[in-house]
């Protein structure tokens, strides 16, 4: 059984989706998450919510979808770094009560290299339906 192509109404739908519920949770006002478990688990949550988003994107085909799959999945990982800064930027706003810190932005670099790997590896596998030529 394949997944669904690039590009698919799935997945952009799922990146919008999912897109959305990570600025919100990013933005919560005040939230603090603790473990007992582990000292910083946010830092895990943003390894793992990033590497997501940057998968999500990269499915979606929105960046460079007709570029070759490397390309595409580069151009991905800059766009996706690029939003971890600005997400994390705009968690120093006072009014937000988050903290914006060095750390959490490696770990969601950390999580877009993650999830462009993932990417890469699921664009190359033959897992995922071609996708439809383009019209001509």
């Known amino acids: 059984m394949k997944l ?3 590009g698919s109404i ?7 989706i999912y897109a959305l519920a990570l ?7 005040r939230l603090r998450i603790e473990s007992e478990l582990m000292e910083r688990p946010d830092i895990l949550i943003h390894v793992v919510a990033f590497g997501v988003w940057t998968l999500a994107l990269n499915l979606a085909a929105w960046v460079c979808a007709r570029a070759p799959q ?12 690029l939003y971890a800064c600005l997400d994390e930027g705009t968690q120093a706003i006072p009014a937000l009560g988050r903290t914006a810190a ?6 969601d670099f950390s999580g877009v290299l993650l ?3 993932v990417a890469y590896g699921l664009l190359r596998s033959g897992l995922l339906k071609p ?6």
């Open 4 to 6: 669904p192509a690039p």
């Open 10 to 16: 799935l997945w952009r739908s799922g990146f919008v």
């Open 23 to 29: 600025a919100i949770a990013t933005h919560w006002p």
């Open 70 to 81: 490397g390309r595409r999945v580069a151009a991905g990982a800059i766009v996706a770094a």
């Open 102 to 107: 060095w750390d959490d932005l490696a770990a």
């Open 115 to 117: 999830g462009s790997v």
């Open 131 to 136: 996708a439809s030529p383009a019209p001509g």
